[in-house]
């Protein structure tokens, strides 16, 4: 069966600290993609990134960066010196080629000023 | 750049009444979703279309139903509300069909009584 799992209901982090958030998936598909949505308090989702299962380069967009490891099944996420903006909820999700985007229950983000 | 708007952006409905929540694109995307967000649950599919004229049955469909009459529309309706369907829904839309990025409208809040 194909699942998402993200562990982290809740963390506070104090401004300007890092934090790693964490998302690990199942799947017998060899071929599947993984993303990363945010949603912040006004409610919209924001896709963030994707990830196929072929390209387990590590990806850094500003102070996002992305740790894919087919070897443990796992995409984490971590945000450096984080700030204020963003606080949200962070969703994982997991596509393996049908029309369902298999989402993770989220862990809510908040950074502390 | 609209990208996907949905309406209406809140409702409170009684039990019984029949409802329909719209959803239009107008990135020419082929395909579509209509997605429903409950605390701890994150998200979970209810219909989807793959393109204009085709639907299929998402994880959760019962009690909601769906029609795809163009590319740029994706109504979701319930016939007849339950407390149960409280929740936020979401529409999405890809490019196409596969593994492309979803992209998510803003979502419609309701609360059945």
């Given at each position: 069966?194909q699942?998402v799992?993200?562990?982290?209901?809740?963390?506070s982090v104090?401004?300007?600290e890092d934090v790693?958030?964490?998302?690990?998936y199942e799947t017998?598909?060899?071929?599947?993609y993984?993303?990363w949505y945010?949603?912040?308090?006004?409610?919209e989702?924001v896709?963030?990134?994707?990830r196929n299962?072929?390209?387990?380069?590590?990806?850094?967009?500003?102070r996002?960066?992305?740790n894919?490891?087919k070897?443990t099944?796992?995409?984490n996420?971590t945000?450096?010196?984080?700030?204020v903006v963003?606080?949200a909820?962070y969703?994982?999700?997991?596509?393996?080629g049908?029309?369902?985007?298999?989402f993770?229950?989220?862990t809510?983000?908040?950074i502390i000023p | 750049?609209?990208?996907?708007?949905q309406?209406?952006?809140s409702?409170?409905?009684a039990?019984?009444r029949?409802?329909?929540l719209r959803?239009t694109?107008?990135?020419?995307?082929n395909?579509?979703y209509?997605?429903?967000q409950d605390?701890?649950?994150?998200?979970?599919?209810i219909?989807?279309s793959?393109?204009a004229g085709?639907?299929?049955?998402?994880?959760?469909p019962d009690?909601?139903?769906?029609?795809?009459?163009n590319?740029d529309?994706?109504?979701?309706t319930?016939a007849s509300a339950?407390?149960?369907?409280?929740s936020?829904?979401?529409?999405?839309?890809?490019?196409?069909?596969?593994?492309d990025t979803?992209y998510f409208g803003p979502?419609?809040?309701?609360t059945?009584?």
């Amino acid at each position: 069966a194909q699942k998402v799992t993200q562990a982290q209901t809740e963390i506070s982090v104090v401004e300007k600290e890092d934090v790693t958030l964490d998302c690990v998936y199942e799947t017998r598909d060899t071929t599947y993609y993984l993303f990363w949505y945010k949603q912040p308090p006004s409610g919209e989702l924001v896709f963030l990134i994707r990830r196929n299962s072929f390209d387990e380069q590590n990806e850094i967009s500003g102070r996002y960066s992305w740790n894919f490891q087919k070897s443990t099944s796992s995409f984490n996420f971590t945000i450096t010196a984080s700030q204020v903006v963003d606080s949200a909820v962070y969703f994982c999700a997991l596509n393996f080629g049908n029309e369902k985007l298999t989402f993770g229950t989220g862990t809510r983000l908040t950074i502390i000023p | 750049i609209a990208g996907i708007t949905q309406a209406p952006t809140s409702q409170i409905l009684a039990a019984g009444r029949r409802m329909t929540l719209r959803c239009t694109q107008d990135m020419r995307h082929n395909a579509m979703y209509w997605y429903r967000q409950d605390l701890g649950l994150g998200l979970r599919l209810i219909h989807y279309s793959n393109t204009a004229g085709t639907t299929g049955k998402g994880e959760v469909p019962d009690g909601y139903s769906v029609s795809r009459a163009n590319t740029d529309d994706f109504p979701l309706t319930l016939a007849s509300a339950v407390p149960s369907q409280t929740s936020v829904y979401f529409c999405a839309s890809r490019i196409a069909a596969g593994r492309d990025t979803q992209y998510f409208g803003p979502g419609t809040r309701l609360t059945v009584l």
